[in-house]
């Protein structure tokens, strides 16, 4: 449980930006900053908070290094199911890097040089989210037609793809299967179908077994210049999924999850008009996720 250690003795402030390192940066995003180590990208997940698509001042404190820890748990399992994007050797690689770097322990990734898909792979087991919206408004869960009379978090007869668009910056929208397979193929978006649902299935039997319920998740993919296909980015944490706890498990209403649905929560409750600039989060708030997302990594890295 070195991340949780880690984090808790973190001072209580968090590294919003990664400043001062002599990588050309590549990419910068509202969690992670990416940089060109020449054969090889560095990762850095930050301890940035996001709400309705706007970065907050403030941050998690130890946020990016949870994340960080629970991916690469997530990528160990999920390697007999698919390649992953991290380097060879990596967990040797990323000590010697942080033996120069020592403020970017725990919080880094190296990764190979791929091309990322242009849609997110998302996979519902349950009916929440925008999901359970699309299912108020039209019986459908998007293109699926789905039994009538299902309530509010309810398992669905069997887990869905739904992908979505991969916004530049506002909402990914949904789309359908056709949509989908013109943007990347029809080859590369079956594959991508059947990996994402055999990594839902692997994630949700192993949640169950850390006492929790994987309600959604989505994935990210990324090609070689071969055309093989690896995934990329983070995997099954709590940023990317939905998890609940299942001793409380009960359809008919929205549940509590280990992520900053808290926050999005304390949000409502203010006039805020979800547009920049965004408002400062009480300690309170910032405690409150910051022990989600420990409780997070201790169910899932712990059981796992």
Same mark, same amino acid.
């Given at each position: 449980?070195?991340?949780?250690?880690?984090? #808790?003795?973190?001072?209580?402030?968090?590294? +919003?930006?990664?400043?001062?390192? *002599?990588?050309? %940066?590549?990419?910068?995003?509202? =969690?992670?900053?990416?940089?060109?180590?020449?054969?090889?990208?560095?990762? =850095?997940?930050? /301890?940035?908070?996001?709400?309705?698509?706007?970065?907050?001042?403030?941050?998690?404190?130890?946020?990016?290094?949870?994340?960080?820890?629970?991916?690469?748990?997530?990528?160990?399992?999920?390697? *007999?199911?698919? /390649?992953?994007?991290?380097?060879?050797?990596?967990?040797?690689?990323?000590?010697?890097?942080?033996?120069?770097?020592?403020? +970017?322990?725990?919080?880094?990734?190296?990764? #190979?040089?791929? %091309?990322?898909?242009?849609?997110?792979?998302? =996979?519902?087991? !349950? +009916?929440? $989210?925008?999901?359970?919206?699309?299912?108020?408004?039209? $019986?459908? +869960?998007?293109?699926? *037609?789905?039994?009538?009379?299902?309530?509010?978090?309810?398992?669905?007869?069997?887990?869905?793809?739904?992908?979505?668009? %991969?916004?530049?910056?506002?909402?990914?929208?949904?789309?359908?299967?056709?949509?989908?397979?013109? &943007? =990347? $193929?029809?080859?590369?978006?079956?594959?991508?179908?059947?990996?994402?649902?055999?990594? !839902?299935?692997?994630?949700?039997?192993?949640?169950?077994?850390?006492?929790?319920? &994987?309600?959604?998740?989505?994935?990210?993919?990324?090609?070689?210049?071969?055309?093989?296909?690896?995934?990329?980015?983070?995997?099954?944490?709590? /940023?990317?999924?939905? !998890?609940?706890?299942?001793?409380?498990?009960?359809?008919?209403?929205?549940?509590?999850?280990?992520?900053?649905?808290?926050?999005? /929560? !304390?949000?409502?409750?203010?006039?805020?008009?979800?547009?920049? *600039?965004?408002?400062?989060?009480?300690?309170?708030?910032?405690?409150?996720?910051?022990?989600?997302?420990?409780?997070?990594?201790?169910?899932?890295?712990?059981?796992?």
């Amino acid at each position: 449980m070195i991340a949780n250690d880690l984090v #808790r003795s973190l001072p209580p402030k968090a590294l +919003l930006t990664v400043q001062n390192l *002599p990588f050309p %940066k590549v990419a910068s995003g509202k =969690v992670r900053e990416i940089f060109d180590l020449g054969d090889s990208y560095l990762m =850095v997940a930050t /301890d940035r908070l996001s709400a309705f698509d706007v970065v907050f001042r403030e941050g998690i404190p130890g946020k990016g290094i949870l994340l960080t820890q629970i991916s690469l748990h997530w990528f160990k399992a999920a390697a *007999p199911i698919i /390649d992953h994007h991290l380097v060879l050797h990596h967990d040797e690689r990323v000590r010697a890097f942080c033996r120069d770097y020592p403020e +970017l322990q725990g919080r880094i990734m190296l990764v #190979r040089k791929l %091309k990322p898909l242009p849609i997110e792979a998302v =996979v519902r087991g !349950y +009916l929440s $989210g925008s999901g359970w919206k699309s299912y108020r408004e039209t $019986g459908k +869960l998007f293109e699926f *037609p789905l039994p009538a009379g299902l309530k509010e978090s309810e398992r669905l007869p069997e887990p869905l793809f739904t992908p979505t668009t %991969k916004a530049q910056s506002g909402h990914d929208m949904p789309i359908s299967a056709g949509d989908a397979s013109a &943007l =990347v $193929g029809d080859s590369v978006f079956d594959a991508v179908r059947n990996y994402s649902l055999q990594l !839902y299935r692997m994630g949700s039997e192993r949640a169950q077994a850390s006492d929790l319920i &994987l309600a959604d998740t989505k994935f990210e993919f990324g090609l070689d210049t071969s055309g093989r296909i690896y995934l990329i980015d983070e995997v099954l944490t709590p /940023d990317s999924s939905r !998890y609940w706890p299942r001793p409380s498990y009960a359809p008919g209403k929205a549940q509590p999850s280990f992520d900053k649905q808290f926050v999005r /929560d !304390y949000l409502e409750t203010t006039t805020w008009d979800k547009k920049p *600039p965004a408002p400062p989060l009480p300690a309170a708030v910032i405690e409150g996720t910051q022990e989600r997302y420990l409780q997070a990594y201790e169910r899932i890295v712990a059981n796992g």
